[in-house]
């Protein structure tokens, strides 16, 4: 089944503590981002990559870290998790070469207390 | 800067009825138009793309329209049901890049 899967999908932390969030997708899709949501904010994209090797910002990067060493993985870094990243976080992928569906994974939720 | 805007923000009506999810944004130099659901504490499901040089998509009870010039799009849902309960998000991507701008969204309550 073609999905994007992410792990953990619950997690709460504290501030300060380092924690990576991973995402897979297995459809060898080219692009990947990372997105939070927020209430009255909407979806905002955080990171996002278009191959592997290839990572740029996206609205609001700040604080946040991302690798692309295989095509299939994008793992989102938090060196330093502060309150202000409690949120609710969906990895993304679509292919390359032309319009095309974006698909999402199931989110994680992410309280840091 | 593209903003995206999703009027009414909530809407609720009678099972069977059919129904017109309006999006907006300032941008028109848009790549494409990709319509989501939503469901609560799950991720989003994407139901229909829109590329730029189309005026329209249509996938079973779902169809959607692009007009550019105007910067509009629209969600027609037809005969709806109670499953189709959910939050649907328009997002216009801008570019080859990877970005969605997100509007917040229309909350849809179909009563049985």
């Not at chain 1, 080219?30 to 996002?48: A, F, K, T």
């Not at chain 1, 060196?79 to 569906?101: D, H, I, K, V």
Request: with cysteine; proline share 6%.
């Amino acid at each position: 089944e073609a999905q994007v899967t992410q792990n953990p999908r619950y997690l709460i932390t504290v501030t300060g503590k380092k924690l990576t969030v991973t995402c897979s997708q297995n459809m060898n899709h080219e692009y990947m981002s990372w997105y939070r949501q927020d209430p009255g904010l909407g979806l905002r994209q955080i990171y996002y990559s278009m191959n592997v090797e290839v990572t740029d910002k996206g609205d609001v990067p700040e604080g946040y870290k991302v690798s692309r060493k295989e095509k299939r993985n994008f793992p989102l870094i938090l060196e330093s998790p502060s309150p202000n990243q409690t949120s609710l976080y969906f990895c993304a992928s679509r292919r390359a070469g032309g319009p095309s569906e974006q698909y999402f994974g199931p989110g994680t939720r992410l309280t840091v207390t | 800067k593209q903003e995206v805007t999703q009027i009414p923000a909530a809407l609720s009506v009678p099972e069977g009825e059919n129904l017109v999810l309006n999006c907006s944004f300032t941008d028109s130099a848009i790549y494409n138009l990709q319509w989501f659901r939503q469901d609560p504490g799950k991720g989003l499901t994407s139901l229909l793309l829109i590329q730029s040089s189309q005026r329209e998509q249509t996938s079973g009870r779902l169809n959607a329209s692009l007009d550019k010039s105007s910067g509009r799009s629209t969600l027609y849902i037809a005969a709806s049901q109670p499953g189709d309960s959910a939050t649907y998000l328009c997002a216009a991507v801008r570019g080859a890049t990877n970005k969605l701008i997100f509007g917040t969204g229309t909350l849809l309550a179909v009563q049985p």
